[in-house]
């Protein structure tokens, strides 16, 4: 006929624990995030070593990227959307960095180009002086 069937008696030590679960899952959901200053200044000294380093006329686009997501970020975070702030701070950080970079390798090659230039002059006048 019927088994007499018994539940498993509940565990309080596991009932405790998944409670306490629960409640960190929450918190941590709730939690807002913290503005980002540090990542704010961090971003606003690469769009300024970016423009020292003459990317509005090496590499304008990536520095007009970054301004405008710096923009960007500054609106954010007077709108109190840290997260968003934070995204578009690190984004510009990375478009000021490349431009940067990018004006320092074309300001190299013009170098460079003016030594090849120099050299070839040199040699021209060489070969004349030897005739």
Do not use: W
């Not at 405790?16 to 503005?35: H, K, N, P």
């Not at 960007?72 to 490349?98: F, G, I, N, T, W």
Request: hydrophobic share 45%; net charge negative; glycine share 4%.
């Amino acid at each position: 006929m019927m088994e007499n069937t018994k539940l498993p008696k509940s565990n309080p030590m596991m009932h405790r624990i998944g409670v306490a679960a629960a409640a960190v899952l929450f918190m941590a959901g709730c939690a807002s995030t913290s503005a980002p200053t540090e990542q704010m200044a961090v971003s606003r000294a690469a769009v300024s070593n970016a423009m020292s380093a003459g990317g509005n006329q090496f590499a304008p686009v990536q520095t007009r990227s970054a301004l405008e997501k710096m923009e960007s970020a500054e609106r954010a975070m007077a709108d109190k959307d840290y997260e968003l702030a934070l995204q578009l701070a690190e984004q510009a950080e990375v478009d000021a960095k490349l431009a940067a970079e990018m004006a320092r390798s074309a300001k190299a090659q013009k170098a460079a180009d003016a030594l090849q230039e120099d050299i070839r002059v040199l040699r021209e006048e060489l070969e004349r002086q030897t005739k």
